[in-house]
């Protein structure tokens, strides 16, 4: 079965402080999404994590990806309150797209950060 | 004007009618896709389309039909709306020629069945 599991689901923190957010799935990936969606708002995509050992980082969000271990981490580093939102990763299963045939995109159930001052 | 654009915003209806959600994108995205987000379960793939002659179940289709009428245009029907069909719909595009794929989704479709 294909999961996509993300801890945690609920994540209140100060200004100031880091934390990171775990996602792991259930078998072979080498593709793997993070979208910020912000309250009410549609999903916008952060990044993408296309092979292991890949590490990207925009601001205070850092991204990582263990393909072996079938797991990604959202590091937030000194959060601002601009950062609450909900976190989803996305992990790709099956043929690459451009192959043409089909794969699935499976979303985490998303982390809901609540950053306060 | 926005890049995936759904309409309706927001609509409310009444067990057993029939609702079409549209979705119209500027992107030059070959790939659309339905989901659905109900709280505390993430995204959900109903139907997906890499091009306009490819139509494709996701993982939880039933209850749903989907019409891809151009490269530009795909849309989501509800032959008869039930009440557990509530919930957020987005659509979304991706680029078959990007390598990676990355999703752009529109502002979502909020619909009530009463």
């Known amino acids: 079965e294909l999961k996509v599991e993300q801890n945690p689901l609920f994540l209140s923190m100060q200004e100031g402080k880091n934390y990171t957010i775990y996602c792991n799935y259930s078998t072979t990936s080498d593709r793997l999404y993070w979208y910020r969606q912000d309250p009410g708002k549609s999903l916008e995509s952060l990044f993408v994590?296309?092979?292991?050992?890949a590490v990207k980082q925009e601001g205070r969000l850092m991204a990582s990806l263990d393909t072996k271990a079938r797991l990604s981490t959202l590091h937030i580093t000194a959060a601002v309150h601009d950062l609450s939102a909900t976190y989803f990763c996305?992990?790709?299963?099956?043929?690459?797209?451009?192959?043409?045939?089909?794969?699935?995109?499976?979303f985490g159930k998303g982390t809901k950060l609540s950053v306060k001052p | 004007d926005a890049d995936v654009t759904q309409t309706p915003r927001n609509r409310i209806t009444k067990t057993g009618k029939r609702i079409m959600l549209e979705c119209s994108q500027t992107k030059g995205h070959d790939r659309m896709y339905w989901y659905r987000q109900d709280p505390g379960l993430g995204l959900r793939l109903i139907y997906y389309s890499f091009d306009v002659k490819d139509i494709n179940k996701g993982e939880i289709s039933d209850g749903y039909s989907v019409s891809r009428q151009a490269q530009a245009k795909f849309s989501l029907s509800l032959e008869s709306a039930i009440p557990n069909q509530t919930a957020l719909y987005f659509c979304a595009t991706s680029d078959r020629g990007s390598g990676a794929n990355v999703l752009t989704f529109g502002a979502g479709s909020r619909l009530t069945v009463l």
């Open positions: 996305a992990v790709y299963f099956g043929p690459r797209p451009n192959g043409g045939s089909q794969g699935n995109l499976i």
């Open positions: 994590l296309l092979s292991n050992g």
